[in-house]
């Protein structure tokens, strides 16, 4: 069975930083590409940020390019996501989700989703 | 660029069906065979439906079909059920690296 754990949201201050884990299970984690895609209260979804199998190609939404960073280690079959310099607007539900095609593929669409982590920006 | 157009709801009877609308421009939606479904309960994940226009993925029942012509895209849900009662999210490509979603419809099983 997939599945897919966040962790590491929270309450921060603007300005403030935070990591983001997202731990896989249930699939051959090094053979998909994963993503980053948020949900702020009551709101509809964004993309935020997508990483290639063996996380040699990184895609980000304006929104967050050069605050964001996705990574992901293989070894242990977990995403990550440091958020840098964060603002209120980056207040969200934050989700891990699996590509439903094997490879590298660009652009994603994602069949297994995380339960989510609440990231809080405020004061 | 902006969110892509959705009406904000639709409603049906069961067993009837209903077609949800997701309108962009030759820049996304029209430009593209990677527009994607996904549907939502409340408080649980989102759920991929339809994914590069009309294909489902394992497990989606065939109830639900996706297509596009020209910038609309749209996700016709046959046979309505009362599990069907969730909001729907369209997502395009929109070059380079974005990825585009609609602002999301509320479907209601009358």
């Known amino acids: 069975e997939v599945q897919l754990l966040e962790s590491g949201g929270g309450l921060v201050q603007p300005g403030g930083s935070l990591r983001l884990s997202c731990a896989a299970s249930g699939f051959t984690f090094s053979s998909y590409a994963m993503s980053w895609v948020r949900q702020a209260p009551g709101k509809g979804l964004e993309w935020v940020s997508a990483i290639s199998t063996s996380g040699g190609s990184t895609y980000y939404a304006d929104s967050v390019k050069g605050r964001f960073t996705i990574s992901r280690d293989n070894s242990k079959n977990t995403l990550y996501m440091q958020m840098n310099s964060l603002r209120a607007e980056d207040t969200a539900v934050y989700y891990c989700?699996?590509?439903?095609?094997?490879?590298?593929?660009?652009?994603?669409?994602?069949?297994?989703w995380g339960q989510g982590t609440l990231v809080t920006v405020s004061s | 660029q902006s969110a892509l157009t959705q009406p904000p709801s639709a409603s049906g009877s069961p067993g009837q069906s209903v077609t949800i609308s997701c309108t962009g421009t030759?820049?996304?939606?029209?430009?593209?065979?990677?527009v994607s479904w996904y549907q939502q309960h409340p408080g649980k994940a989102p759920k991929l439906m339809i994914y590069e226009v009309s294909k489902r993925p394992s497990g989606v029942p065939d109830r639900f079909s996706g297509s596009k012509s020209g910038n609309t895209a749209s996700l016709t849900v046959s046979g309505l059920q009362a599990d069907d009662e969730a909001d729907y999210y369209c997502s395009s490509y929109a070059g380079g690296n974005n990825l585009l979603f609609g602002g999301g419809t509320k479907l209601t099983v009358l």
């Open positions: 030759s820049s996304d939606v029209g430009g593209y065979n990677y």
């Open positions: 989700a699996k590509d439903v095609r094997d490879g590298y593929n660009y652009p994603p669409f994602f069949d297994y």
